[in-house]
């Protein structure tokens, strides 16, 4: 586990048991169902308006080549480090990206503000400053450098770790005070002890390769990173509760979050060797500092090395001042090639995400990184123009949807097409929904998307494979696929059409008896009065004496009130 990194963690630590734990979120009431009208025009907004990327705000002090990276890619760029909170919401009105390192706070209010607000870019690995559920209740993506300051966070560690063994800052304080104390700072070999390193990602396993160097043991723990990978690196992965009596040394290098919180406490303290020492560059407040400071006046803990703390900096300085607590007020990424490094990762991240390149470092939106992929974007437009599709003719966005892949090509697709089709579900809502937003959202509307998969696809989609959408609970599912690169429906209710029809902006969907021309012939002169015109056609098979229509259009038609009284239902809809 990364320090500080949620990105791809759904699961954490607990603190008594070691279990995984998911990550909870914010509840609220499902939102009503919404109201059939006749015609309607209805349709999901963009995935995200990627092309629209032109001014960042960097708020915080970066390395001049994150500004240079970002105008040399056609970025207007403002640069104001150190703007108070007055300051900052009215700078952030009209910005489409923002910048940060550690100072500046985005929290619920500055998302508010930020009214063009697409994107949050840390310049670093953890994102504590950024509340990441309300940007992604609004849908602006964050991301951050997870690899930016990982070297340097670690050899900050293995520092502290040494000089915990040689008392190394005090002996040199007391040379400055005109002493001479060689007893007094009597030291020990790192030689044969046991370290462990609690979260095993970039910079917990950079620590441990380091520290074996030493000739020290590594024993582990990570929720995520299995026992076989991490003896790829020589750490040998323990329960918790193996841990605590078997280890010299402890490093910890977790995110902050509720079951990481006071990892190392009164409970884990007793149940260590006596003279433990504890290292801690990750966050403030996985070491309960209470418990700390009583570990080491009572000598269960013989040292501590500190770089956070849980308020920065601390006003109660009797840890600080604890004459066996090592400090350093967060310098975890401060070196300069740290710096420059995040600087240029987060620039260049955002410049690839505004010339629609790819993404990367994404903290609450993997989904969105799919979309960049030219294989992967016409069946995240399917699955959307599925979602909406299905809405229209179920009349309703809450209850249960099912997303069904079928084929081989299809395996892995559900993890980004379930958002795609929660965003058909829920548009034409007055919040945007993206793909960063749509499975919150969902939740809170009342409506819970599940995927299942077969690799067995029916002729002739075979080897590309289909995605059916099912309304549970109701006749209605739809079901299509991607022809070259376009989306078309292949089934509806049950009833299939004889040419798939392309699900392409706008279209007019009506259901009417199989033995009546008179809808057709309505519509055209409709489409005549209106100046539009028809530009394809597609008809389904009869179900109980009735058939689907998909008629693409030029224009969308403002009055459909000719066309009523010769069908069952009509629908406009449009795609994006």
Known sequence: MRDGETEARTRSFSAAEGQQQPLGGVRRE?????????????????????????KVLISDSLDPCCREILQAGGLRVQEKPGLSKEELLREIRDCDGLIVRSATKVTAEVLEAAER?????????????????????????VMNTPTGNSLSAAELTCGMILCLARQIPQAAASMKEGKWDRK????????????????????????????????????????????????????????????????????????????T???????????????????????GGIVDEGALLRALQSGQCGGAALDVFTQEPPKDRDLVNHPNVISCPHLGASTWEAQSRCGKEIAMQIVDMATGKGLTGVVNGQALSKAFAPQT?????LARALGTVLRTVGKQVQGSVQVCT?????????????????????AGGTQEVTLVNA????????????????????????????VQVSLQGTPHQVTGTVQGSTPVLRQINGATFKQPAPLSSPLLLYRAKASDPSALATLTGLLSKAGAQLLSYHSSSSVTGE??????????????????????????????
């Open 406 to 426: 079928l084929g081989t090509p299809l395996k892995e697709a559900g993890s980004y097409l379930t958002p795609a089709v929660a965003t058909g579900m829920l």
């Open 377 to 381: 974007k016409p069946w995240i437009a």
């Open 184 to 259: 007094k700072y009597m030291g020990m070999e790192l030689n044969g002890k046991t370290l462990a390193v609690l979260g095993l990602g970039r910079i917990g396993r950079e620590v441990a390769t380091r520290m074996q160097a030493f000739g020290m043991k590594t024993i582990g723990y990570d929720p995520i990173i299995t026992p076989d990978v991490s003896a790829t690196f020589g750490v040998e992965q323990l329960p918790l509760e193996q841990i605590w009596p078997r280890c010299d040394f402890i490093t910890v290098h977790t995110p902050l979050l509720p079951s």
């Open 547 to 576: 058939q689907w229509s998909i008629v693409g259009l030029s224009a969308p038609l403002s009055n459909l009130s000719e066309l009523k009284p010769c069908v069952t239902e009509v629908f406009q809809l449009h795609l994006l």
């Open 439 to 466: 499975t919150l959202l969902a939740q809170e509307a009342g409506l819970k998307v599940t995927t299942t998969h077969s690799d067995v696809a029916p002729e002739p989609d075979s080897s590309t494979g289909l």
């Open 261 to 283: 919180t006071g990892l190392l406490n009164d409970s884990t303290f007793a149940k260590c060797r006596r003279g433990v020492q504890v290292v801690n560059c990750a966050r």
């Open 117 to 141: 607000l697409k994107v949050v870019g840390r310049a670093g690995t953890g994102v504590d400053n950024v509340d990441v559920e309300a940007a992604t209740r609004k849908g602006v993506l």
């Open 30 to 54: 499902p939102a009503p169902p919404s109201r059939a009208v006749h015609p309607r025009l209805v349709g999901p907004a963009p995935a995200m308006a990627l092309g629209k990327l032109q």
